[in-house]
């Protein structure tokens, strides 16, 4: 069965320090990736995803994910973050041309102002 | 304005006393889909259904219907609701399944408590 890891469970920054967000899953067939964001208080909108082609993938308030096939990874990244990142994120997987969501377990992140 | 809305918000019950929650949207989307989200286990689907009538399975749909009678409406439905399914429940839609049309947009969630 499909799984998606999040590693970084809670992660504490303090403004303008880089970030990047761990996300691992296991699937041997063509899959399509996402990053979505729960702000406070706000419902989970979709940050940024992967389909096919580039690798790298930037997604809205300067985020960006690289999807490296040989490692099963697609880390997000952001090199300078803002008090208002706070939020969790969460890392999805769907096995292309299915609908089928696996989503990992989500990284809170607190950016200190 | 485009957007997914859920009905209740909030709802405490008692087990074994079935309950409904809505959801509908207005963006004349294709796909919806369930989810519930509890601690230290992110979301995880219930059920979803690729257009009107036809319904799948998710990952945990044990002790869940759905129905898909019309397009915009998608409601869940716990016919004898136990304390394990205590848990913040998400619905959401998108156009569809294809690169252009997954954005999946998601309704503001519905806590429900079981006793």
Redesign the interface.
Known sequence: AQS?S?HNHHVILSEAASLELGCNYSYGGTV?LFW?VQYPGQ????LL?Y??GDPLVKGIKGFEAEFIKSKFSFNLRKPSVQWSDTAEY?C?V?ES??????????TRLKVLA | EAQVTQNPRYLITVTGKKLTVTCSQNMNHEYMSWYRQDPGLGLRQIYYSMNVEVTDKGDVPEGYKVSRKEKRNFPLILESPSPNQTSLYFCASARGAGASTDTQYFGPGTRLTVL
Do not use: M, P, R
Not at chain 1, 43 to 46: D, E, M, N, P, Y
Not at chain 1, 97 to 106: A, D, E, R, V
């Open positions: 998606v999040q399509n979505y419902h989970l909108q979709l995803k389909f096919s969460f999805a769907k041309g299915t609908y089928k969501y696996i989503f990992g377990t989500g």
